[in-house]
């Protein structure tokens, strides 16, 4: 975790005067939980084994390395950098999970235990003006480019540390929520990760959130 908190203040450091987040219209909104429409967004992503401190930290220096400039630029071939944005986001995965499923990082089944999983996808949201026609491209092989188109999510905003038990926590609440109001998840709860590491504890923004069906 001190790895991931490091890389988050060079990152950040880098980029304090403007960070961008995905944008989206909230649909609907009660105490400590959301739902939301995202519009598309375009993410660079990498695959992960471990626990969730382990995959966090080195899919996020995969990910930095490939927007501080470990990428290659169309049609020039040179290097460029792209700004930082947040979310950072883990998601569980399950081996059936196809790389084409939704920095997040998350488990990979349905209300899946995130003490128990131990491979995860970790991405970035890149900034609204890239496409996957102007983006530069990763030179690290296990970084890709991904298109997401616009979703449904619920999400469960909490505000302190992130452990494990935390964050299983925070995910049951989430799904608890949704099965009081009837709504469907359609995937695994993923969490998502605003503030540099300086933040003080009762000011750090958190998010559990997961897709869930359209409804009326």
Do not use: C
């Not at 490091?6 to 400590?32: D, R, V």
């Amino acid at each position: 975790m001190r790895i991931f908190y490091t890389l988050m203040l060079l990152l950040i450091g880098q980029n304090a005067m403007a960070i961008e987040e995905p944008a989206f219209k909230i649909i609907l909104k009660t105490e400590g939980f959301e739902v939301r429409q995202y519009a598309p967004m375009l993410v660079a992503e990498t695959l992960e084994n471990g626990d969730m401190d382990e995959a966090s930290n080195r899919g996020f220096r995969k990910i930095a390395g490939y927007i501080f400039g470990d990428n290659r630029a169309n049609p020039t071939g040179t290097s460029a950098k792209i700004a930082m944005t947040a979310p950072v986001t883990l998601e569980p995965l399950s081996e059936k999970i196809a790389m084409t499923a939704p920095v997040t990082l998350s488990a990979t089944q349905q209300g899946a235990d995130m003490a128990s999983a131990n491979k995860w996808r970790v991405h970035f949201v890149m900034p609204a003006k890239y496409t996957l026609n102007n983006i530069p491209l990763p030179n690290n092989t296990e970084v890709k480019l991904r298109e997401i188109p616009g979703k449904l999510f619920a999400v469960h905003s909490y505000t302190g540390f992130n452990s494990v038990s935390r964050v299983q926590t925070k995910s049951d609440e989430l799904l608890a929520w949704l099965q009081s109001k009837t709504f469907k998840p359609l995937g695994s709860v993923q969490l998502s990760r605003y503030d540099p590491p300086w933040t003080l504890p009762m000011f750090r923004r958190n998010e559990v959130m997961v897709e869930i069906e359209e409804f009326k």
